[in-house]
């Protein structure tokens, strides 16, 4: 049980670290910085950035919005404060320059660099850039992963412990069998290799049933949760690729023969 | 035990003998190595046995048969089983382990009752299954704690005889018993114990 819930809590980490990585990944490759003008912004002035823009080998595509543009944009996704911008005199929406940055353009520093070159053109009054959202969410998928592992670990080590002590304890049981076989002349290998296999089965038993409790728990949980919006995507998890399936159920046959061999070792001293 | 001194040739037949904590289970042991000496050394085909490191142990034991005075049998195992064990960490194949535990439980009148377990055997019975285990891989030398103990003269007789067989095919071997009258009829030499001490030799 333990063993199956300590590869579980690692299985979950690794679910909401990969979870994380593909929103990271999502929103780095819809990465777009916006560049608000201001009222006294000259056509020239906007021709300026929208050249520096082009000129970037970050950016791979410009739009001009002019603010009539951003007006009816507004009107058109919120038409519920429709009458509020009808009863204004006057139009309080910036002209803009939306900048959509490479899939390849990962390089922070560049980025900064650029959108800090733009920021201080002529006309140029704000920007808004959701390249924070993307650290963020790559800060955070880290951190998932390590806290995954960190727990897992401990868990492991405890699966360590308990496997060696269900083998020890058969061990005991089977005392005077091994006794015999050593009398018999059985090399030490030939009496290890049972619990061995004994071991390697309980840990790759324990990595699979918590491999199938997880698909159950993700495959499941929208169910239970319904919609929750924008957090639905961060809850929406994703299962372990094979190769990190494989990799849990390696390490759980690893554990159990090492587990085998320390609980056997001390038997086979005398 | 102390002050222990003998020399037991190649194809010899050995009784060792004496009262109760004479001291013949704890020498027989010591051959064996199941029991370390606290000096002195145990040679066997030239080699100290008391310097060999315990993972490699099994090579003196493969070339021995055992037979215990308190039979060490798994009860959970048929008697098949029991007698296999010796020749399957030989790793003899199968079919050669099913002829051979079949012939060796025919040599102790056993073999009709191959698939059963110990523990619906008799007390003899058990100790003929543990006989027949000692003797299945035609052990050099051949270690026997009270091999009759608890067997009629008739099939003690008998027993001591199969040693004497395999004794004549080249085998040593040195039986622990207190029977007097098996001693008198089949003892070739005999060692005399008596509180740890080697007290008498004595050649027939």
């Known amino acids: ?270 | 035990m102390s002050d222990i001194s003998l020399q037991i040739r190649s194809g010899d037949f050995y009784f060792i003998t004496g009262p109760s904590g004479s001291g013949k289970t704890t020498l027989l042991k010591i051959i064996f190595r199941e029991l370390l000496p606290s000096r002195g050394q145990i040679i066997i085909n030239g080699v100290n046995i008391l310097k060999i490191p315990s993972h490699k142990i099994y090579g003196l034991r493969r070339m021995m048969g055992i037979v215990f005075q308190d039979f060490r049998l798994l009860f959970h195992r048929t008697v098949f089983d029991n007698v296999a064990i010796p020749l399957q960490v030989l790793g003899e194949p199968k079919k050669e382990i099913r002829r051979r535990v079949f012939n060796t439980l025919r040599m102790v009148n056993l073999h009709q009752k191959m698939w059963d377990l110990p523990s619906r055997l008799s007390y003899g019975e058990q100790q003929r299954v543990a006989i027949a285990r000692a003797i299945v891989n035609s052990p050099k030398i051949l270690l026997a704690d009270e091999p009759t103990g608890n067997l009629d003269p008739e099939l003690a007789f008998e027993i001591i005889s199969l040693f004497k067989e395999i004794n004549r095919q080249g085998a040593t071997v040195i039986i622990g018993s207190h029977d007097r009258e098996l001693i008198r009829h089949f003892g070739d030499r005999i060692l005399f114990l008596q509180k740890g001490k080697l007290i008498g030799k004595d050649s027939l």
């Not at chain 1, 690692?10 to 929103?27: D, K, Y």
């Not at chain 1, 910085?33 to 000129?55: H, P, R, S, Y």
């Not at chain 1, 001009?64 to 009107?75: H, K, L, N, S």
């Not at chain 1, 390696?250 to 587990?259: D, E, F, P, T, V």
């Open chain 1, 1 to 270: 049980m333990i063993i199956c819930l300590s590869f579980l809590i690692v299985g979950v980490f690794l679910s909401l670290s990969n979870n994380l990585q593909h929103m990271a990944r999502e929103l780095s490759t819809n990465m777009v910085v916006i560049f608000f003008f201001d009222k006294a912004a000259t056509t020239a002035d906007i021709k300026d950035v929208e050249q520096k823009a082009l000129g970037s080998p970050l950016v791979s595509e410009v739009k001009v919005i002019g603010a009539e543009e951003a007006r009816d944009r507004f009107q058109k996704n919120f038409p519920d404060l429709k009458d509020i911008l009808a009863n204004l005199k006057i139009n309080p929406f910036p002209s803009s320059l939306e900048a959509r940055l490479k899939d390849t353009a990962s390089a922070s520093g560049e980025i900064a660099k650029f959108v800090q070159d733009v920021r201080r053109m002529k006309g140029v009054q704000d920007v808004q850039f959701n390249q924070d959202w993307v650290n963020k969410m790559q800060s955070l998928s880290r951190l998932a992963k390590a806290v995954g592992f960190f727990l897992g670990g401990i868990l492991m080590l405890a699966s360590f412990f308990i496997i060696s002590n269900v083998i020890k304890l058969n061990v005991i049981a089977r005392k005077n069998e091994i006794e015999i076989l050593r009398l018999v002349g059985a090399t030490n290998v030939f009496i290890r290799i049972p619990f061995l296999f004994e071991g390697i089965a309980l840990g790759v038993m324990g990595s699979v049933i918590s491999l199938v409790f997880l698909l159950l728990a993700i495959m499941l949980f929208p169910v239970y949760i319904g919609s929750l919006g924008v957090l639905q995507q961060l809850l929406n998890f994703r299962y372990l690729s094979l190769s990190q399936a494989l990799g849990l159920v390696s390490a759980g046959g690893a554990i159990g023969c090492l587990g085998s061999l320390s609980s056997v070792s001390k038997f086979l001293k005398t």
